[in-house]
């Protein structure tokens, strides 16, 4: 697993405000490059799951999934972990994961990375 730290709310506010999302079917994927003094060679990560996906039982659910897949999509491609390093990353929650595995997160994580990765130079 990479290094990578919790985001302050002051971040992800300024992240979601300022960023269009990687939109996939059950998750956002918010992006920006690290230029923290304090974070130099590892990037912030956050993962959000809304209200409106339900209570905090189900809400938690969906970050520990977001969380499994993000491990399992760094074990698929390794340009993942390398986006961490250098990016502040963002995974929000779309749709209430009582049907989604952690297994479709990781690939809904690896084709929002791999988009990211044709659009931009991450990864190069």
């Known amino acids: 697993m990479v290094r990578s730290e919790a985001l302050s709310s002051k ?12 939109r996939r079917r059950s998750l956002f994927v918010f992006v920006e490059k690290n230029t923290s003094e304090n974070r130099v ?3 912030g990560i956050a993962y959000i799951a809304p209200k409106r996906l339900g209570n ?7 970050k520990r999934v977001l969380r499994a897949g993000l491990v399992l999509a760094g074990d698929k491609d390794p340009i993942v972990f390398d986006t961490l390093n250098e990016y502040n990353v963002i995974l929000m929650a779309r749709c209430a994961f009582a049907d989604v595995s952690a297994h479709q997160v990781a690939n809904e994580i690896v084709d929002a990375f791999s988009d990211m990765n044709a ?6």
């Open 11 to 22: 971040d992800i506010a300024r992240i979601i405000k300022s960023d269009r999302p990687y």
């Open 41 to 43: 060679g590892f990037g």
């Open 56 to 62: 905090a039982v189900a809400r938690n659910r969906c």
């Open 119 to 124: 659009k931009t130079s991450i990864g190069k």
